[in-house]
T-cell receptor, first 113, second 118 residues
Framework: NAGVMQNPRHLVRRRGQEARLRCSPMKGHSHVYWYRQLPEEGLKFMVYLQKENIIDESGMPKERFSAEFPKEGPSILRIQQVVRGDSAAYFC???????????FGQGTRLTVV | AQTVTQSQPEMSVQEAETVTLSCTYDTSESDYYLFWYKQPPSRQMILVIRQEAYKQQNATENRFSVNFQKAAKSFSLKISDSQLGDAAMYFCAYRRPDLIQGAQKLVFGQGTRLTINP
């Protein structure tokens, strides 16, 4: 039973480019969470999605960031026109349901040069 | 808003000794969950232990145990018989258990870097 899969593990983008981060939840999991970890800090919540719905995006920056979790395929976190301050590790977690444990992927480290 | 504070940026302990990592939190809720996560150099977030606030008994998982003081809003992690593989960042986290929108998100502390000295 594969765990939460995130790809790529490392992503380098030049300022102004777009970054797409993918998260495949564990089999049967329909709840996905995205977190961002800046260097030497804890994880900060960004967005919570269920299949085809954004449930809570209170942690998402208002501009340039978007997330989706389509009926088929992985969840995507998209960052448009990246800036140096977007450099961070982005983690995805998935859960079977509301009261069940969320399992984390290994994260994608985004570096903006 | 809920906040989680870890006041020890770094801790070190001799192998086989015991170490305690501190965590305090702020909430107005009476029911919630608390967690300790381990993040080794691989960056994988690994759940170490969880505690339900309504349970008075402190959670224990093998060499890991917590001291949960609800009135003081304190949730410390004790690691007994420390091993080299315990070296990692440790994060304390809080979550509400209810069904309202957004309740499922974890609120993390800043982390404590634990070093094990051989």
């Amino acid at each position: 039973n594969a765990g939460v899969m995130q790809n790529p593990r490392h992503l380098v983008r030049r300022r102004g480019q777009e970054a797409r981060l993918r998260c495949s939840p564990m089999k049967g999991h329909s709840h996905v969470y995205w977190y961002r970890q800046l260097p030497e800090e804890g994880l900060k919540f960004m967005v919570y999605l269920q299949k085809e719905n954004i449930i809570d995006e209170s942690g998402m920056p208002k501009e340039r960031f978007s997330a989706e979790f389509p009926k088929e395929g992985p969840s995507i976190l998209r960052i448009q026109q990246v800036v140096r301050g977007d450099s961070a590790a982005y983690f995805c977690a998935s859960a079977l349901g509301l009261f069940t444990e969320a399992f984390f992927g290994q994260g994608t480290r985004l570096t903006v040069v | 808003a809920q906040t989680v504070t870890q006041s020890q940026p770094e801790m070190s302990v001799q192998e086989a000794e015991t170490v305690t990592l501190s965590c305090t939190y702020d909430t107005s809720e009476s029911d919630y969950y608390l967690f300790w996560y381990k993040q080794p150099p691989s960056r994988q977030m690994i759940l170490v232990i969880r505690q339900e606030a309504y349970k008075q008994q402190n959670a224990t998982e093998n060499r890991f145990s917590v001291n949960f003081q609800k009135a003081a809003k304190s949730f410390s992690l004790k690691i007994s018989d420390s091993q080299l593989g315990d070296a990692a960042m440790y994060f304390c986290a809080y979550r509400r258990p209810d069904l309202i929108q957004g309740a499922q998100k974890l609120v993390f502390g800043q982390g404590t870097r634990l070093t094990i000295n051989p």
